[in-house]
Structures are given as structure tokens and as C-alpha cells.
């Protein structure tokens, strides 16, 4: 049985360059929630993009480590938090793309997803999932933008089967709210309104949720 959090869970999901981290600080500061970030000091990141398939299950395993840290952590706390990226996108995204692309084998793939099976249910569900999409295009300018070394190798065709699966995943897999923002189109930095959607709902969700305390 899968958990739901007692307290207020937002996730924010989204390829790599699609805009997560601006989000989730923003988000965080007008709803007053905590901030679980991704950990981008994962220490196989800068080798992984050297080398995909010698690196593939360190780096995923290291993740799936990382979002089960947050998950005891946001079972334990009293406060309402939002997550830069999901337990379920570093499996049936990540994972899955870098087993189909044969830079994962199947039975390290096979392995990676007991373990995520058996984390799955014990991560609580979000209350809102808001998904940020775009374009390779939009994603590319945006991994320039930020600069960071271990990026300046990504491919497009990588991050087009990435933006493939989370279509997949947003429209066939995942079962719970989902709000989506084209961020080919939105820009939440210079036009708030978007913000202002997205909290509006939150705190609908919020009172539903804390209305019998």
C-alpha cells in the first residue's frame, strides 16, 4: 500500500534543463514549504556523461539512495514540502531510457527496479504533481544557460527519448494530479500569473487537506 504524507507534498517534475529548481524556490517561498532538492553532487554524474554505460546503474542506484533518505525524512517531519524531481521519474524515465538504449543491462535494470518497488511503497504519494515540458530546443538553451561542465556533453537525442518517456509516463502512468506547464510558451520568471495558478491550487489542496484539523 502505497503512503500518502500527512503533510503537504508538492513535486515538481521535468527533463533536464526544463526549469525544476526555479520552480520549486519559488514555489517554496510563496507557500512556505520546505525544499527537497535534487542532489546534484551525485558523484557519478560527471562520469556518466562521459561514459553512459559504464556508469548508468552507480548513477541511478546512487539516486533511488537519495530519494529514499527523502522519503524517511518526509514521513518524520511536520512541515509541507515541495521535491524537485520524483522517485518515479528516476525509474520509468531515467532507468527505462538507459535500459532501452542498451546502456544499462537487464539484469542490472532488473535489480534497480526491485529496489525501486520496494521504495515506491514507501514514498508517499504527492498531492500535486506540477510538470514542467519542453521542447529539446527550450531544454538545450537552458542547460547553456546555467553552464554546468558534466551538461556540455548531454545529446539531444538523449533528451528527446527522455522528453518521450515523461509524455508517456504524465499521459499513461501516473495516476495521481498532474498540472503541466509548457515552458516553450510560460515564462514564470517574467509573467507571475503562472505562479499564481499553481499556488492558488495549492492552497486549495492545502485547505482540503488541513480543513478537519
Known amino acids: 500500500m502505497t503512503l500518502k504524507s500527512q503533510n503537504l507534498y508538492i513535486a515538481v517534475a521535468g527533463n533536464i ?43 541511478q ?10 522519503a524517511v525524512e518526509i514521513l518524520s517531519i511536520s512541515e509541507d514540502l515541495i521535491q524537485d524531481r520524483t522517485v518515479y521519474e528516476d525509474a520509468h524515465i531515467f532507468a527505462a531510457n538507459l535500459h532501452e538504449m ?13 529496489i525501486f518497488e520496494i521504495a ?5 504519494v ?12 527550450t531544454l538545450i538553451n537552458q542547460i547553456r544557460k546555467r553552464g554546468r561542465d558534466y551538461e556540455m556533453s548531454i545529446e539531444e537525442g538523449y533528451l528527446c527519448r527522455l522528453n518521450e518517456k515523461y509524455d508517456n509516463w504524465i499521459e499513461n502512468i501516473y495516476t495521481g494530479e498532474v498540472i503541466t506547464i509548457d515552458m516553450d510558451t510560460e515564462d514564470f520568471i517574467s509573467d507571475p500569473s503562472t505562479i499564481d495558478m499553481v499556488v492558488a491550487r495549492i492552497e486549495e489542496i492545502r485547505a482540503g487537506k488541513y480543513g478537519g484539523r
Open 17 to 59: 534543463g526544463s526549469g525544476k529548481t526555479s520552480l520549486t524556490q519559488l514555489l517554496s517561498e510563496r507557500c512556505n514549504a520546505r525544499v527537497y532538492a535534487e542532489d546534484i553532487n551525485n558523484p557519478y554524474l560527471g562520469d556518466f556523461y562521459e561514459d553512459m554505460n559504464r556508469w548508468a546503474f552507480n548513477l
Open 61 to 70: 542506484i546512487y539516486f533511488l539512495g537519495s530519494r529514499i533518505r527523502q
Open 102 to 114: 542498451g546502456l544499462m543491462s537487464s539484469r542490472d535494470y532488473d535489480s534497480y527496479m526491485r
Open 120 to 124: 515506491a511503497h514507501l514514498i508517499p
Open 126 to 137: 504527492p498531492d500535486l504533481l506540477i510538470y514542467l515540458k519542453a521542447s529539446v530546443p
